[in-house]
């Protein structure tokens, strides 16, 4: 008789990976044994930290990842532990800093919510040495907090903290990722020469999402259209990075880009909506495209019934 013990290690391991986060940790404390195999059991994870459950709410439902299998954990800050701004942040990039650091090498998937991304969050993703796809995202707006103004949301601040998802060959210590097919940053205060970097790091990437990245401008498409990644992607979506304005000529980049089957320009109200669809119509034949605003249409008069009084 075959016993739950004496299946092999991956079949075990593909059973505990449909099973809700609550019963795979709980499983884990069973013994040491199955705390290994229940580490070695989640590659999928989408964690936020947060300062009341309300925020946490909001934030799932607002959440980007969209895949069955992926697990959710929120973790409420306590009281203490939020009463000014910088206190908040800090302890929200300890936690995700705990938990991330015991699957270094099982994630696959990963999605984090918090207000900014520091130094200790930053390290502990870096060493994901086998993950596939990453979500940061920074934007939650709907958030009540007395500390945060309005336009906290509408900026994110530069930070040397995204060098350390780039790796630089040739030095130990350094990022481990590398093998990223889908990244998405949400109001990051990533730089040009920061993404280009990760980039560099991790030719396979298919799928780019960039909402609200207001420090990053129009020479990204060039880089994407001189290098590697370019050459593979599939999904890009530029959605409300309007730090500054971008002009046509990012247009020429888009048409050299092979294989791209998704485009989102939302928000980019610089560029030419009724012009961006006429390329695709002739040119680059995007199967899903979504233009920078609603292309404007002909000046129509109102007819009204001379009966209606």
Not at 30 to 41: A, F, G, L, Y
Not at 170 to 182: D, F, I, M, N
Request: hydrophobic share 35%; charged share 25%.
């Amino acid at each position: 008789m075959t016993t739950f013990t004496s299946l092999p290690p991956e079949i075990t391991r593909e059973i505990l990976h449909y099973l809700p986060i609550a019963a795979l940790l709980a499983f884990g404390l069973t013994s040491k044994t199955n705390h290994s195999i229940q580490q070695h059991s989640l590659s999928s994870l989408r964690l936020g930290v947060f300062n009341s459950r309300l925020g946490g709410m909001i934030s799932l439902m607002e959440a980007t990842a969209d895949r069955s299998c992926l697990h959710s954990v929120q973790m409420i800050l306590p009281k203490s532990e939020c009463r000014k701004k910088d206190k908040v942040i800090r302890n929200q990039n300890l936690r995700i800093a705990n938990v991330v650091e015991k699957y270094t090498h099982t994630l696959r998937d990963l999605e984090i919510a918090c207000w900014e991304l520091q130094e200790s969050a930053a390290m502990s993703l870096a060493q994901l040495k086998n993950l596939k796809r990453l979500s940061i995202r920074l934007d939650h707006p709907h958030t009540r907090f007395s500390g945060l103004e309005p336009s906290f949301w509408e900026t994110a601040p530069g930070s040397p903290v995204w060098n350390l998802l780039a790796s630089k060959k040739g030095e130990k210590g350094k990022s481990a990722l590398g093998r990223l097919q889908s990244l998405n940053l949400e109001r990051a205060g990533i730089t040009d020469y920061q993404l280009a970097k990760i980039l560099e790091s991790n030719p396979n990437i298919r799928e780019l999402s960039l909402r609200k990245c207001v420090n990053l401008t129009d020479k990204i498409f060039k880089i994407l259209a001189e290098g590697k990644v370019g050459r593979k992607l599939e999904v890009l979506h530029f959605t409300k990075c309007c730090g500054v304005e971008i002009d046509e000529r990012v247009l020429d980049h888009i048409g050299r880009l092979p294989n791209l089957k998704e485009l989102s320009l939302h928000g980019c109200y610089s560029l030419d909506s009724d012009l961006v669809k006429k390329l695709n119509d002739e040119q680059w034949h995007i199967e899903d495209l979504t233009l920078p605003s609603t292309p404007s249409s002909p000046k129509q008069g109102v007819e009204i019934d001379p009966e209606y009084k």
